[in-house]
């Protein structure tokens, strides 16, 4: 069974920092490219970060980009997103996702390209 977490969200202040981790387990990890995406209260859902399942790329959205920092433990199952210098427009309920294609290349902005998903945790940043 697939299965995805995420955690460390919560309220911060505009400037602030956050580090969201989400676990998976169920597939191989270490062989698939891992994104992170989130969705504000009455947009749509958008690509945030990608890290490939080497972790020698990243990619990011130009809205984060210098501000937010993929990474990954292959031998813990576990990506991360460290958030720093954070908005209100940053405000938003974040997923991680797995991706479909073991060894894909990056950056696979699209949902479609992403199997599996976490349940979001909540990331609200305050003036």
């Known amino acids: 069974q697939v299965q995805l977490v995420e955690s460390g969200g919560g309220l911060a202040q505009v400037g602030a920092s956050l580090t969201l981790s989400c676990v998976a387990s169920?597939?191989?990890?270490?062989?698939?490219?891992m994104g992170w995406f989130r969705q504000a209260p009455g947009k749509e859902r958008e690509f945030v970060a990608s890290?490939?399942?080497?972790?020698?790329?990243?990619y990011y959205a130009d809205s984060v980009k210098g501000r937010f920092t993929i990474s990954r433990d292959n031998a813990k199952n576990s990506v991360y997103l460290q958030m720093n210098r954070l908005k209100p427009e940053d405000t938003a309920v974040y997923y991680c996702?797995?991706?479909?294609?073991?060894?894909?290349?990056?950056?696979?902005?699209?949902?479609?390209?992403?199997?599996?998903w976490g349940q979001g945790t909540q990331v609200t940043v305050v003036s």
């Open positions: 996702a797995e991706g479909r294609q073991a060894f894909a290349v990056g950056p696979l902005p699209q949902e479609s390209e992403y199997d599996y």
């Open positions: 169920g597939r191989p990890f270490s062989t698939l490219l």
């Open positions: 890290i490939k399942w080497s972790g020698s790329s990243r």
